[in-house]
């Protein structure tokens, strides 16, 4: 449950990406919301996760900001020699307060915890003067052996998919790609997809092709990849996506606007899963 002033807050950035959407020509996702790295806190260094790893990640395409560091106005004041920019605006970030109230339940008092959402602000490095912010860029991961750390089988066949019933992955030959970077966005995106194996995290992978689970299904993919290009630091430019998935979305954004916040928390479920793997292998 959401007030109306934290449901406008949220209404007003899903309403940014579905007018970038619907223009975006090349995907689902604007190719430029692959920055350098996922967003972070700068002072906790705590990544933010679902909807606002992609508010955050929009924000600074849209704001043209280098960095993928964030503050709240407190943070700052505390951070010796640091203040904000004139005019710099802030940008929402939401979360989940949970309250207790008791009910009656046949007779007896019980305890409940309901979540409300809540919001708050924070600003990025680039809106701020005295703080210094490393420029080394994240170190590339090997690909072949990040995919293989999660022990999905990948067959050479002539189109890209993945099949529950069987558990793999089919995937063209690198050459048939039009650079190294489709081809990882490629197999980052089916790799996305595994996730949802009923051994995994058993998503609902049952929908038929262009029904609303499929497209569902579809964009948890899309955006789980896009974290995990970001995370490696890879970046892609002609990754395409089908239009019927592009329309569902955007329609399916003006109906519901919790659309958005419950495709990143699948999505973000599904990378955190991929990067657990990488640390068992470890």
């Not at 569902?248 to 999505?267: F, M």
Request: aromatic residues 12%; glycine residues 4%; proline residues 2%.
């Amino acid at each position: 449950m959401a007030n109306n002033i934290t449901q406008d807050k949220m209404n007003e950035i899903v309403q940014k990406v579905i007018t970038s959407i619907d223009k975006n020509e090349t995907g689902i996702w604007n190719k430029c919301w692959i920055g350098s790295n996922l967003p972070q806190n700068f002072k906790t260094q705590i990544a933010y996760s679902g909807f606002n790893t992609l508010t955050l990640m929009f924000m600074q395409s849209e704001m043209g900001f280098s960095s993928n560091q964030w503050l709240t106005f407190n943070q700052v004041k505390f951070i010796k020699g640091a203040k904000l920019k004139k005019g710099s605006t802030s940008t929402p970030i939401f979360f989940f307060k949970m309250l207790e109230r008791e009910e009656i339940v046949e007779g007896k008092k019980e305890k409940k915890s309901i979540p409300l959402l809540k919001f708050y602000y924070v600003f990025n490095t680039d809106q701020e003067e005295g703080i210094n912010i490393s420029t080394e860029k994240p170190q590339n991961v090997e690909l072949n052996k990040f995919v293989s750390n999660c022990n999905v089988e990948i067959k050479t066949n002539h189109t890209a998919f993945y099949t529950p019933k069987n558990d793999y992955i089919g995937m063209p030959d690198l050459k048939l790609f039009k650079s190294s970077e489709a081809y990882a966005a490629t197999l980052l995106h089916e790799l996305a997809h595994s996730t949802g194996h009923s051994s995994r995290l058993d998503r609902d992978m049952t929908g038929e092709f262009a029904s609303e689970a499929y497209s569902f299904e579809e964009c948890v993919a899309e955006l789980s990849s896009m974290f995990l290009m970001s995370h490696l630091n890879i970046q892609n430019e002609t990754k395409n996506s089908e239009a019927y998935i592009k329309g569902w979305l955007v329609d399916g954004l003006k109906a519901d606007t919790k659309l958005l916040w419950r495709i990143a928390s699948k999505a973000n479920k599904a990378f955190q899963y991929i990067l657990e793997q990488q640390e068992q292998a470890a």
